[in-house]
């Protein structure tokens, strides 16, 4: 995201077309590295995803001692839940190139700067609503695990339980980048208009996982 130093060139060309093509140890030595990308925004919804997984595991167990429409109906629900999800991980990465993209624009005469200034603003906008985005993914995957809390064996709850304390340090971690990305906002109705979306959806959040820890079995 904009907050970041530019790749340096040994690193440029060690990201495939997606995140999720890089085994696990390639992602976490990429991510370990001084490549700027994957950085939170990807490493956030990564995680997030895998902790929707989890609760969909929970439910494919149950699946396969017992199943019934109801379990069918939540697992084609968690499936569309995490295809949306999934999807944020490669989605800072674009970001990201779109701003250093920006950067590399000419600005040698007024109408370049102009250019290059619309251009720079439309990145550091994406580069705060994104995130937001995948954290509002972060709440509905939390409340899909909510939702089918009763129809998942006692055996496996710890499970779904593991799933959503990764959804939510998922959205708590990807918040961070909206954080960083705001004072680069120029108008000051959109800095406070997703100032106030970040604290809504982490409040919805916490008041989520807490219901779902204080669930019977938890």
């Given amino acids: ?4 130093a530019a790749p340096a060139p040994e690193c440029a060309g060690d990201m495939t077309d997606s995140i999720w093509d890089l085994s696990l140890r390639s992602a976490l030595e990429q991510t370990a590295s001084k490549s700027p990308t994957p950085g939170g925004g990807s490493i956030a919804p990564i995680s997030a995803s895998l902790g929707l997984g989890l609760v969909m595991m929970a439910l494919e167990v149950t699946k396969a001692k017992q199943s019934s429409p109801q379990l069918e109906h939540a697992l084609a629900k968690g499936k569309v839940l995490l295809a949306e999800l999934v999807e944020f991980a490669d989605r800072d990465v674009t970001v990201f190139q779109s701003y250093m993209a920006a950067l590399d624009l000419p600005k040698a005469t007024e109408a370049e700067q102009a250019l290059r200034a619309s251009a720079r603003e439309k990145a ?3 580069a705060a609503r994104t995130p937001l985005l995948a954290a509002e993914s972060c709440v509905r995957s939390l409340q899909y695990a909510e939702a089918v809390v009763p129809l998942v064996q006692k055996n496996v709850f710890s499970d779904l339980l593991a799933g959503a304390d990764l959804l939510l340090g998922g959205l708590k971690a990807v918040l961070r980048t909206v954080d960083i990305n ?15 979306r970040a604290v809504q959806l982490e409040q919805t959040a916490q008041e989520t996982y807490a219901r779902i820890c204080t669930e019977p079995g938890a």
């Fill in 124 to 126: 550091v906008w994406e």
């Fill in 182 to 196: 705001l004072p680069a906002l120029k108008e000051p109705a959109t800095r406070r208009a997703f100032a106030e």
């Fill in 1 to 4: 995201h904009p907050q970041r």
